[in-house]
């Protein structure tokens, strides 16, 4: 049997996409990338813009209507199956099944009933949420390790507390489970995952293990010659802790760059969307982190015309930016998003606007981002070296652990290694570099 798999929004969604792929390869079941012959294809979808949305039910018509030809079973799953879970089948009565986030351990019984000619199967919500298992692809050297998940902030704009319900985190005993297979796999670089990996808090009392508490675990237990970096996402800036920066200080296996959401460079509007910190204490922790890590580079989430923002919060957000130096930035603008309370306020900034105040934020990021870039030229460092260059098959491309890129001369077997290289100049936002170790 086959299966097709389409993937939307975050990372927790690839991961779980993942997972769902493991349930398939337990049952032997093959991925195929056509899915003119597939005898299940899973929509895994995201919720976050109403694009995203529409995105999804583009390809779910496309499917249904590919459903009058021949038999196959659909399923949609992921964070819009959560939202819509009991209007879906009604709106396109072709999917089979709308799985929500909290079902997606079941997915194997779909599985079991398609290969019985089937067409439904009753799906139970899990009273538990259980972490799915990291899938690994053999060859692969890279994994993303689930560690917590769930929202408790309720920022304003955002559907994630919505979809993917109240904080879980896992326990330790299973991600270092977990991170022994994958090293035992040749997986040399691991992104430990979450909505919000600062409030990883598992256990209670005396035993509750936190965030910096499963850093320094890990740390102490990581096998030498396995996993040789450790990155992690995403970081409220409310709940970086300096213990956390401390641990990270203390153990090189933590690479050098952290995610640090911002949103934006205006207490007024930081306080409308709920972020629960300031731009002076968020300014303070940029400082506490660059006193701990002085090599670490910093990326964050800009958004703008957000409700209310004036042309003096858009200013304060150019300040900001200008003051941290962000080595990227995911910058995009506000998009009422159906549930939130965002949408519902009455300060919409008109669509024109919001455009041309995110213009002019990319275009100081350019800047900015191209300047930090051009410091590094003539460092020596150490990089992960990921496939080869798309335009150039003598070329490999690599990670520096600042999360930058590097195009430089190599041959393919050094993929899934760790070399030195030597940063010669820079094109758009990669460098180009040359092996010196
Ligand atoms: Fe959404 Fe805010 Fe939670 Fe991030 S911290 S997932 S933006 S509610
Ligand atoms: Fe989208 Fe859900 Fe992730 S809304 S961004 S898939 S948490």
């Not at 819509?84 to 599985?111: C, S, T």
């Not at 890279?142 to 879980?168: K, L």
């Not at 396995?226 to 992690?232: S, V």
Request: glycine share 6%.
């Amino acid at each position: 049997m086959r299966y097709f798999i389409e993937t939307y929004g975050c990372q927790m969604n690839k991961a779980e996409s993942s997972a769902l792929e493991t349930i398939c390869a337990e049952r032997a079941w093959q991925l195929t990338e056509d899915f003119e012959t597939a005898n299940l294809i899973i929509i895994n979808t995201c919720s976050v813009r109403i694009t995203a949305e529409n995105r999804a039910w583009a390809r779910i018509s496309h499917f249904a209507a590919m459903k009058k030809k021949r038999h196959f079973t659909l399923v949609v799953t992921g964070c819009m199956a959560e939202r819509l879970k009991h209007e879906m089948r009604e709106k396109q009565p072709a999917i089979d099944y709308v799985l929500g986030n909290f079902q997606k351990q079941a997915f194997g019984l779909i599985l079991d009933a398609s290969e019985a000619g089937k067409n439904s199967v009753v799906i139970e919500e899990s009273p538990v949420f259980e972490f799915a298992k990291s899938h690994w692809e053999s060859g692969s050297f890279r994994a993303f390790v689930p560690i917590m998940h769930g929202c408790d902030n309720f920022c304003s704009y955002c559907i994630v507390p919505y979809v993917r319900g109240r904080e879980i985190s896992r326990s330790p005993g299973a991600v270092m489970e977990e991170l022994a297979a994958l090293s035992a796999r040749g997986v040399k670089e691991v992104t430990l995952l979450g909505q919000n990996v600062n409030s990883y808090s598992y256990g209670t009392g005396l035993q509750r293990k936190t965030f910096p508490d499963l850093l320094e675990h890990i740390a102490a237990h990581i096998q030498r010659g396995g996993i040789e970096r450790i990155r992690f996402v995403t970081s409220h800036p409310k709940d970086l802790s300096e213990e956390t920066l401390r641990v990270l200080a203390a153990n090189p296996v933590f690479a050098r760059h952290i995610h640090l959401c911002v949103q934006h460079g205006s207490n007024a509007v930081l306080h409308a969307m709920n972020r629960n910190y300031t731009v002076e204490s968020y300014i303070a922790l940029v400082e506490l982190v660059r006193k701990y890590l002085p090599d670490a580079s910093l990326s964050t989430d800009i958004l703008m015309g957000f409700p209310g923002e004036t042309e003096a919060d858009v200013e304060a957000t150019l300040a900001l930016m200008k003051a941290v130096r962000f080595a990227y930035a995911f910058m995009y603008h506000f998009n009422p998003r159906e549930g939130t309370p965002a949408a519902a306020m009455d300060n919409q900034v008109p669509s024109a606007l919001k455009l041309a105040r995110l213009a002019r934020v990319i275009a100081l990021q350019k800047e900015i981002g191209s300047a930090l870039m051009q410091s590094f030229l003539g460092r020596e460092m150490l990089v992960l070296v990921e496939s080869l260059s798309r335009k150039n098959e003598a070329e490999i491309l690599a990670r520096t652990d600042q999360d930058m890129m590097v195009v430089c001369p190599g041959p393919a077997t050094l993929i899934g290694s760790f070399v030195k290289v030597k940063l010669l100049s820079l094109r758009g936002n990669t460098f180009r570099g040359i092996i010196v170790a």
